[in-house]
């Protein structure tokens, strides 16, 4: 199956069976909502992330899959710094939901979400998801790719002088044409 018809095949079934069940269950879906939530179900990044670690010391780690959820929203929406992923987060119970959180209180502070992007980037995971959906969706495909460079190049030298027929040369010329 080709990655174009897998792809209408997902939008098919988003579009009919997952939006109408979210939205039943949180509510309305505004269309970046909707975007988020397409995103979240193809990538399912939870399956990329180790599993939560019995028997360690210490406070026990937040969900790192609604972490992970999280900066996917922060990257679908274009936010730029995780200050505004978290007031996102804490004014909007439609995207605190798709993360994950149920409660205002749920929602961990600035310095844990900088703590676990700072443990996905050092574990690579946004690499190791898009490798995964690249294998999975052009596995038995080749794919053709054709750059083009627009930059302009400069020239190195100068370009080298004409040189000019004589006198004699010009007048020749003139009564011979």
């Keep these: 199956m080709s990655p174009n018809s897998k792809l209408s095949g997902f939008w098919i079934n988003c579009q009919r069976e997952l939006f ?69 987060l804490r004014s909007e119970p439609t995207l605190r939901r798709l993360g994950g959180w149920h409660r205002l209180e749920d929602v961990p502070s600035e310095a844990t979400f900088s703590r676990a992007f700072r443990e996905f980037s050092e574990a690579d995971l946004p690499t190791r998801v898009h490798e995964a959906l690249i294998k999975e969706g052009y596995s038995e495909q080749l794919v053709g790719h054709l750059s083009r460079d627009s930059t302009a190049i400069v020239a190195q030298e100068d370009p080298v002088p004409q040189k000019k027929a004589s006198r004699r040369v010009q007048i020749i010329a003139s009564y011979q044409g």
């Excluded at 909502?33 to 990329?48: G, P």
């Excluded at 780690?61 to 978290?86: E, G, I």
């Design 20 to 88: 109408p069940w979210v939205e039943e269950t949180i509510g309305p879906l505004e269309g970046r909502h909707k975007k988020l939530l397409s995103v979240l179900e193809m990538v399912r990044v939870e399956y990329f992330l180790p599993s939560a670690q019995d028997g360690i010391p210490g406070r026990p780690l937040k969900s790192r899959a609604a972490l992970a959820r999280a900066l996917l929203a922060k990257m679908v929406f274009n936010m730029d710094t995780t200050r505004a992923l978290v007031e996102r």
